[in-house]
């Protein structure tokens, strides 16, 4: 940055900030590009980029954007809108150039929205008073459990600090929460009581703030491919095997047919439960361990972890009835 930017930008208040972003939302759905914007405001494009970007983090044209694809998201799921209009109305040249923009900010093209009604990013207009508001909105789930990043220490620190790269790709949400890839909706399914059954057990070890992940064969259902099943094989942490004794009222105990894998089996609403645990060494018990090859699945509200499916076309056997299914199904992605 040159001397004079730098003194340009020490002589404007961060109000003028605040004027921008305003002009922006009034203009949101007209031409709206630094140059004009520099224009109602008497700056350099330059001192302009540099200011927008030292208080806010993020290029001005990256906020435009941000803001049409949270509007154009919300849009969706409220009207019946026409995609390729939709397109045209945020200032996108092309249905093709909407639908990849709108992906990669939301984690699923917009043919999803009223299919199976995901959970949509939004990111709200910037406020500013001595910090920075708005931005990416905590979603909540159908419990209204929160699943979206806390503060980090940075931003407690720098009142003006507001999307760091982590967030800003993350879609505002955490590492152990990366964006859903996977979205089911109960109505499409064929195996209803089976979805039933696994998302009641979700809820109830959520609403213990039990940890856990969807494992075995259930992982293969739980992608969207179905069958019936024999059972749901859910793995825990190899420490809380008491909590889940008295989870399930099961008063035996785990039997161990490896070192380092225990399991029992319940009864759950009349289907079978395979409690597993794993330990991937003597002092690993962490949540990193719990989770490690597993990816959240968003169930008509509910978020379960599973585990992945590339996981187990790495590691499964080829002549089992259902790895040609889960290799077919890996191709189609």
Same mark, same amino acid.
């Given at each position: 940055? +040159?001397?004079?930017?730098?003194?340009?930008?020490?002589?404007?208040?961060?109000?003028?900030?605040?004027?921008?972003?305003?002009?922006?939302?009034?203009?949101? /759905?007209?031409?709206?590009?630094?140059?004009?914007?520099?224009?109602?405001?008497?700056?350099?494009?330059?001192?302009?980029?540099? %200011?927008?970007? =030292?208080?806010c983090n993020m290029t001005i044209m990256e906020y435009v954007r941000n803001r049409r694809l949270s509007l154009a998201g919300k849009e969706l799921m409220i009207s019946n809108i026409p995609i390729i209009d939709l397109a045209y109305k945020y200032g996108y040249e092309t249905p093709e150039a909407f639908t990849k923009a709108f992906t990669r900010f939301h984690g699923f093209p917009p043919s999803f929205v009223r299919r199976t009604y995901p959970e949509i990013k939004v990111f709200n207009p910037l406020? =500013?008073?001595?910090? =920075?508001?708005?931005?990416?909105?905590?979603?909540?789930?159908?419990?209204?459990? /929160?699943?979206?990043?806390?503060?980090?220490?940075?931003?407690?620190?720098?009142? %003006?600090?507001?999307?760091?790269?982590?967030?800003?790709?993350?879609?505002?949400? +955490?590492?152990?929460?990366?964006?859903?890839?996977?979205?089911?909706?109960?109505?499409?399914?064929?195996?209803?009581?089976?979805?039933? $059954? !696994? !998302?009641?057990?979700?809820? *109830?070890?959520?609403?213990?703030?039990? *940890?856990?992940?969807?494992?075995? *064969?259930?992982?293969?259902?739980?992608?969207?491919?179905?069958?019936? !099943?024999?059972? $749901?094989? !859910?793995?825990?942490?190899?420490?809380?095997?008491?909590?889940?004794?008295?989870?399930?009222?099961?008063?035996?105990?785990?039997?161990?047919?490896?070192?380092?894998? *225990?399991?029992?089996?319940?009864?759950?609403?009349?289907?079978?439960?395979?409690?597993?645990?794993?330990?991937?060494?003597?002092?690993?018990?962490?949540?990193?361990?719990?989770?490690?090859?597993?990816?959240?699945?968003?169930?008509?509200?509910?978020?379960?972890?599973?585990?992945?499916?590339?996981?187990?076309?790495?590691?499964?056997?080829?002549?089992?009835?259902?790895?040609?299914?889960?290799?077919?199904? /890996?191709?189609?992605?």
């Open positions: 940055m +040159s001397k004079e930017s730098n003194k340009n930008i020490n002589t404007i208040s961060i109000d003028t900030v605040q004027k921008i972003i305003d002009y922006i939302e009034d203009n949101i /759905l007209k031409i709206v590009t630094p140059s004009n914007i520099a224009g109602q405001f008497f700056l350099s494009v330059s001192t302009l980029n540099s %200011l927008f970007k =030292i208080v406020l =500013i008073k001595f910090e =920075i508001h708005g931005g990416w909105e905590e979603a909540l789930n159908s419990d209204n459990a /929160l699943l979206t990043k806390q503060n980090s220490p940075e931003q407690e620190k720098n009142p %003006l600090y507001c999307y760091d790269e982590i967030t800003k790709y993350k879609g505002g949400i +955490s590492m152990e929460n990366p964006r859903y890839e996977y979205h089911i909706c109960l109505k499409d399914m064929q195996q209803k009581r089976d979805w039933e $059954i !696994l !998302l009641s057990i979700a809820r *109830k070890l959520n609403h213990e703030k039990i *940890k856990f992940k969807v494992d075995g *064969k259930t992982m293969i259902f739980a992608h969207g491919l179905e069958f019936k !099943l024999e059972k $749901i094989c !859910l793995t825990f942490k190899w420490n809380e095997e008491d909590i889940i004794k008295n989870f399930f009222n099961y008063d035996g105990n785990a039997k161990s047919t490896f070192t380092g894998f *225990k399991f029992f089996d319940v009864t759950f609403e009349g289907m079978k439960i395979r409690c597993m645990f794993y330990k991937g060494s003597p002092d690993d018990d962490t949540d990193e361990c719990l989770y490690r090859n597993a990816e959240p699945v968003y169930v008509d509200g509910q978020i379960i972890y599973v585990q992945k499916l590339e996981f187990y076309y790495e590691n499964g056997d080829p002549n089992n009835e259902y790895y040609k299914l889960v290799e077919e199904w /890996l191709k189609q992605k």
